[in-house]
């Protein structure tokens, strides 16, 4: 059994402007006990929430009488993610001041703070009572509402001062049962793409995703460079432009697509979905040719961490089990000679160095990954979680089809952008990838 969790984001109806006056100022309340405890929590480097509560929760309590109590209780649960957070972007580097600056705010609720009152509607615990916000139910929402999914008792809200609405953030669960895997399917993420290899063969999947960074990065530099010149430096203007620049959900739609296919394509066949184990900061070396941190940071984020957890939560929907294994150079040995492979001068075509064949590098990972999979020997070994006696580990080779040119059959994102499955493949002409 896995569990699933989801966020979905409703809107409620413009409140009446006495209850909205109530919320504001419970936000105010909240925001700075948050401050507060941020502060406190980076400057005695505490982390941990339970230590935070142990030592500021009295003191809150005494600040906002007022409030119910569950408010400190949140408040330190949100304090110490950020303090966490803010601890972890300060160890690489990426921080951009010596404390955190709590900018946006939503009010953490617990069990204790809301309840729902109807099917569209929730209540809220406030200073001054329990206070009723209708919602706005979409598509989505009933869908979840509908389905066989479980509301989570946290949930998290946000003002909107300028429709005087709240904005909710629920969280729906479900349980999942995980299938016995008859075989793997293996996924290397890089940069700009994903390579699958399902039944001895290769799919390079484009994604752009470094592309969509760099872009909406360059993009975004000339339109801040062209306002800051005109009208000041972060001018509303130019933020108004900024924000219309959607990076976010171009990247974030193609990222569940892709992890739909491949997942798909796993269940179909009743695969494991074979993933590379990220260590703690692998990004680094993947984007070692980006110099900006920042930019090397999203580059990681969007293109190898964004995919697996996608991969890695459609997986679980589908009841997929996942197998992480080690992915120390795993595009460098050749999977038939266990010989070093090499690459000259930045060519994603190397040739092993026992038989000369060549390989190309998406495809030897792949390779590497299974045979990783399979083998699941010492330092190599892969988490099964408790799926170890259902699976075949005979360590028998790799079953690799012929020993012609071993070359990925790239798919393109106008292609595949269109894909439910890989079932599709017969029906489409796909380029075959000229070495
Ligand atoms: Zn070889």
């Known amino acids: 059994m896995s569990e699933v969790t989801r966020t979905v984001v409703v809107r409620s109806l413009p409140l009446p402007r006495k209850v909205f006056r109530v919320l504001v100022e419970l936000e105010g309340m909240y925001r700075n006990m948050v401050e507060q405890l941020v502060l406190y929590a980076v400057r005695n480097e505490l982390t941990s929430f339970t230590r935070l509560k142990a030592l500021k929760y009295r003191e809150l309590r005494s600040l906002y009488p007022q409030l119910p109590s569950h408010y400190a209780y949140t408040a330190c649960q949100d304090a110490s993610t950020r303090a966490k957070s803010f601890s972890r972007l300060k160890k690489e580097g990426l921080a951009k001041r010596d404390y955190p600056e709590v900018r946006k705010v939503s009010i953490w609720l617990d069990d204790h703070l809301w309840r729902v009152r109807s099917l569209t509607s929730i209540e809220m615990a406030t200073h001054r009572g329990w206070i009723a916000v209708e919602l706005e139910p979409h598509k989505q929402f009933w869908k979840y509402v509908n389905g066989c999914w479980e509301l989570a008792s946290e949930a998290k809200v946000k003002l909107n001062k300028k429709s005087r609405r709240a904005i909710i953030f629920l969280t729906f669960k479900k349980s999942f049962e995980v299938y016995k895997p008859r075989g793997f399917i293996t996924v290397d993420v890089n940069e700009n793409h994903v390579a699958v290899l399902v039944d001895g063969k290769v799919y390079l999947f484009e994604t752009g995703f470094r592309d969509v960074v760099l872009g909406y990065y360059y993009r975004r530099k000339r339109v801040q460079e062209r306002y800051d010149k005109l009208y000041g430096v972060n001018c509303r203007v130019g933020r108004k432009i900024l924000r219309k620049l959607k990076e976010r959900k171009e990247k974030s739609d193609l990222k569940w697509k892709l ?24 990004g680094k070396e993947m984007v070692d040719h980006v110099n900006d941190k920042q930019l090397r940071h999203r580059i990681y984020q969007a293109s190898f961490k964004g995919v697996q957890k996608a991969v890695e939560e459609k997986a679980m929907e589908y009841g997929a089990p996942v197998i992480h294994v080690n992915p120390r150079s795993t595009s460098k040995t050749c999977p038939m000679h266990n010989a070093k492979i090499i690459y000259s001068n930045g060519s994603r075509v190397g040739k092993c160095s026992k038989c000369g064949e060549p390989w190309h590098r998406d495809v030897v990972a792949c390779y590497n990954l299974l045979l990783r999979a399979r083998l699941g020997n010492g330092s190599t070994a892969p988490s099964l979680g408790g799926l170890k006696g259902g699976l075949n580990l005979d360590g028998s080779p790799v079953p690799l089809g012929s020993t012609a040119a071993h070359d990925p059959t790239t798919v393109t994102r106008a292609l595949w952008a269109r894909w439910k499955s890989l079932g599709a493949t017969n029906k489409h002409e796909l380029m075959r990838m000229s070495i």
């Open 259 to 282: 992890a739909n296919i491949i997942v798909r394509v796993a269940k179909e066949r009743q695969y494991a979905v074979v993933l590379e184990r990220f260590g703690k900061n692998p």
